[in-house]
């Protein structure tokens, strides 16, 4: 999937995210594994994965696994977890040069430049090309 989505948050939509501390490398606890297989949440890379909802939040994900289960509702029906198709792999040190070079930046889950947001860094690298071949002709 393609987002191409200004920045709602008006707060620096390029700022740029040290990714070796970012959401995306954070690792659950012991305690916080254990809530997650008794709840029945799952971890695709990114996201907290509870029946069809994403959550970029454990917290988020456990609340809500525990007001449905306090609502009685844990035998209602089953969704599918949704799955990504490729497992997030963080940008490499290559990407990042590249990166660096172009002005695209990584939030910890989205590539970024020019005020919008790019799930992959081929279209993020292609918008940021295209813009400076722009800039550079006018």
Known sequence: MNTTNRDPTGGGPDAAVDIRTSACESVPSADDERRMADLGIDR????YVYKAYRYEKLADAIAYAQLV???????AEVFPSPRRSKPFVPPSATDQVLMASLG?????????FGGFRYDRLPDAVNYARQAASASSEG
């Open 44 to 47: 695709d890379g990114l996201d």
């Open 69 to 75: 289960r306090s609502r009685g509702l844990e035998a």
């Open 104 to 112: 695209v930046r990584f939030d910890g889950r989205q590539f970024r």
